[in-house]
Structure formats: C-alpha cells, structure tokens
C-alpha cells in the first residue's frame, strides 16, 4: 500500500514545538526510509500550499531550505 508522504510529514510536524528544533531534511529521510531529496520535494509543496513553516539555512549567502516547522496553528489537513 502506498504511503501518503506529505501526510506522514505533517504527522511528524504536528507531534512537533512549535518553538523548538526544525526537521531536518535528513532526519525525515531517515525517519522514513527514503532519500533526502525525495523529502525536499514533499516539502517544498507543503511550504507552498501554507502547510508547513519553511527552516531556511545560509549556504554560501544564499538562504537554502533545509527543514521543516510546523504551523503555529496547525490548519485541517
């Protein structure tokens, strides 16, 4: 059975402070067994669609999404 991933995300982040440590790309990866680009592409549409609150890193000046937070206040999914 297929696994809904930006569901599974979301899941994570809702368990989550909102004031504390972001998910990390790498940690979702690990979390689910998958690669940390396939994350990046699952969170870059949460982020988009208002889902998700974007953990932004400098990568040589350039700010670079790198994590997840959840909403403040979390929306139905």
């Keep these: ?3 809904n ?3 599974q995300i979301l899941t994570v982040l809702q368990g989550m402070n909102a004031s504390g440590r972001p998910a990390t790309f790498g940690d ?3 979390r689910f067994g998958v ?3 396939l994350i990046a592409l ?3 549409q949460l982020v ?3 889902r998700a609150q974007p953990s932004m890193v400098n990568l040589r000046g350039v700010p670079t ?3 997840l937070m959840p909403q403040p206040n979390p929306s139905v999914i």
Aim: proline residues 5%; aromatic residues 0%; without cysteine.
């Design 1 to 3: 059975m297929p696994i």
């Design 5 to 7: 991933m930006e569901l």
């Design 28 to 30: 979702l990866a690990r």
């Design 35 to 37: 690669s940390s680009e």
């Design 42 to 44: 699952h969170a870059k």
């Design 48 to 50: 988009a669609d208002g």
């Design 65 to 67: 999404l790198h994590g």
